[in-house]
């Protein structure tokens, strides 16, 4: 029976950790590492991938609209692997001087962000996309009649709202249902560091 | 060939292991959970290893990114979201050592009662149970020495009094 502090202190010391192959584990998160970098470098590729793809596929570097479309695009991949990478959460790097305050903080700053992206910034994203295929159109598209061209046009904006409108819905319904009850949680763990 | 890293880290297992493990169970009584709570643990100190630079006891930085996990952990477990963090599978885990009925039954208890604390003060007790001063203690949570001591002094009552039913009159 602990009957003061000390006895339990004695009792909470006499756990010891499971034993585990510490060495299996290293090996298993360096091929991790080597994993993660590789898909990283995979996402940063994507922009000028996609950017030579469209720069050699597409007559658009011949026009000065096709370069405008080139650099809106890029600039729209760019903006959204950048906020996606902002708001990926565990991120703890500056732990030496983080306290539990300041981690609740950021990472309550960092979901909120997730709900913003896809509330806001995506929907800006999906209207960046449409003006950038629009303004290619014009261009890519001037030698033809004008109703393809128009029909081209509606074709392509709508097509980009009903996928942005799907992908939107299923995003937002997982952004309710994980993240935030989570921002909850950590928001009371918050104020109870505060209070 | 090891590397310096990987020597680095099996030293800083060696010595924290414990330590972590304990704080896995005193956040998740399940020793499933508290198992994948501690490999989490230890791939974030592991990937963040080389951000280290000194500025504060390795102790209290591994002590950081333990807790920090454990909150998120348990905030996910709650809410059964998803694991942002890859555990690696086929580990193999194994019990330390047997530990008799008894003493299993009142470490049972002991993680019963501190598992009824909210999570701050969970912190706050297992840090205590570590032997960890109150600087170090409002270091990691963030909040001031005078409120840990406050802090302290109830959650010392109310473990007492919850390991000891009969001596308190409950």
């Known amino acids: 029976m602990e009957t003061n502090f000390n006895d339990i202190q004695q009792l909470w010391k006499s756990q010891k950790a499971v034993n585990f192959d510490i060495s299996g584990l290293i090996q298993q998160m360096k091929a991790t590492e080597k994993k993660q970098k590789t898909e990283w470098i995979i996402g940063i590729a994507c922009v000028p991938i996609t950017i030579s793809i469209l720069v050699y596929a597409l007559p658009l570097k011949d026009s000065p609209l096709g370069i405008i479309t080139l650099l809106i695009i890029s600039f729209g991949m760019s903006w959204v692997i950048w906020l996606n990478s902002k708001s990926l959460l565990g991120q703890v790097e500056n732990a030496e001087r983080y306290n539990q305050r300041d981690y609740l903080q950021e990472q309550i700053q960092k979901l909120k962000l997730r709900g913003k992206i896809i509330q806001k910034h995506m929907i800006t994203y999906g209207v960046i996309l449409a003006l950038a295929i629009n303004l290619g159109y014009l261009a890519v598209l001037a030698p033809l009649s004008l109703q393809v061209r128009i029909g081209a046009h509606v074709g392509a904006t709508l097509f980009i709202a009903v996928i942005m409108w799907f992908t939107l819905r299923k995003k937002s319904k997982k952004f309710e249902t994980e993240s935030r009850p989570m921002i909850r949680q950590l928001e009371k763990l918050l104020e109870e560091l505060k209070n | ?170």
């Open chain 2, 1 to 170: 060939m090891r590397t310096q890293k990987e020597k680095d880290f099996e030293a800083l297992y060696l010595s924290h292991k414990d330590k972590i493990y304990r704080l896995c169970l005193g956040f998740v009584r399940d020793k499933e959970l508290a198992n994948d709570l501690f490999q989490e643990i230890l791939i974030k100190i592991w990937r963040h290893l080389d951000s280290f630079k000194g500025e504060s006891e390795i102790s209290t930085w591994i002590y950081r990114i333990a807790y920090n996990t454990a909150l998120t952990f348990s905030t996910r477990e709650k809410k059964q979201g998803e694991k942002k963090v890859e555990i690696p599978d086929n580990l193999n885990l194994t019990e330390p050592e047997n530990l008799s009925q008894e003493l299993e039954n009142r470490l049972q208890q002991l993680y019963q009662a501190i598992s009824e604390l909210n999570e701050l003060d969970r912190i706050i007790a297992t840090l205590l149970l570590e032997g960890n001063a109150y600087k170090v203690i409002a270091e990691i949570s963030g909040i001031s020495e005078n409120y840990v001591a406050v802090k302290v002094n109830r959650i010392k009552a109310l473990l007492t009094q919850k390991l000891n039913p009969q001596t308190h009159g409950n």
